[in-house]
């Protein structure tokens, strides 16, 4: 039974350079969530979909940020450009609704960025 | 501004002790609180939840208590065991709501 996958799980590119982040949800799943991990701010989320419509981009920092949600199996977050700060593990998360333990998120391996 | 605090980013404990991580919140319309596990290279993984109805759960060897008045949940680990070693995050939101908050985490390290 996969998990939720995110590709890839390192990327190392020079500001200014466009990158995309990728995830596969879980079979079934109605959410989707993506979130940055830094050490100063934890576990930030950036944006959340549900049956594919974005829900709360309110967490998205900035107009370079951008995401999208094709269909039920398939996720990305683009940056364009990059800068050094964005540099982060980049998590996604799938949920189903109406999980037994309410609000239980499933969380891919990440992807870890660093921006040169 | 953290709506959901871990003060302390490290604890050590001796294996066999008991493992306290705390978590502090500022939102009143918290009232659904999760711990998350996570292991290096790995994901959050989702280990034990509270509503606000109650102030104790208790899932094995994890115990989360909530004191609703000081807006301040822990967790219990007893016994700690090496494999407890990991990050542990909070996480809050308000029910009904898919979106949670998460705090900075906390680093557990487990001495044999």
């Known amino acids: 039974d996969a998990g939720v996958i995110q590709s890839p799980r390192h990327e190392v590119t020079e500001m200014g350079q466009e990158v995309t982040l990728r995830c596969k949800p879980i079979s079934g799943h109605n959410s989707l969530f993506w979130y940055r991990q830094t050490m100063m701010r934890g576990l930030e989320l950036l944006i959340y979909?549900?049956?594919?419509?974005?829900?709360?981009d309110s967490g998205m920092p900035e107009d370079r940020f951008s995401a999208k949600m094709p269909n039920a199996s398939f996720s990305t977050l683009k940056i364009q450009p990059s800068e050094p700060r964005d540099s982060a593990v980049y998590f996604c998360?799938?949920?189903?609704?109406?999980?037994?333990?309410?609000?239980?998120?499933?969380f891919g391996p990440g992807t870890r960025l660093t921006v040169l | 501004d953290q709506q959901v605090k871990q003060n302390s980013p490290s604890l050590s404990v001796q294996e066999g002790r008991i493992s306290i991580l705390n978590c502090d919140y500022t939102n009143s319309m918290f009232d659904y609180f999760l711990w998350y596990k996570k292991y290096p290279a790995e994901g959050p993984t989702f280990l034990i939840s509270i509503s606000s109805i109650k102030d104790k759960n208790e899932d094995g060897r994890f115990t989360v208590f909530l004191n609703k008045s000081a807006k301040h949940l822990s967790l219990h680990i007893v016994p700690s065991q090496p494999g407890d070693s990991a990050v542990y995050f909070c996480a809050a939101t308000p029910f009904g709501n898919e979106k949670l908050t998460f705090g900075t985490g906390t680093r557990l390290t487990i001495i044999p």
């Open positions: 979909f549900n049956n594919n419509v974005p829900i709360d």
């Open positions: 998360a799938s949920s189903p609704t109406g999980s037994r333990t309410y609000n239980e998120q499933f």
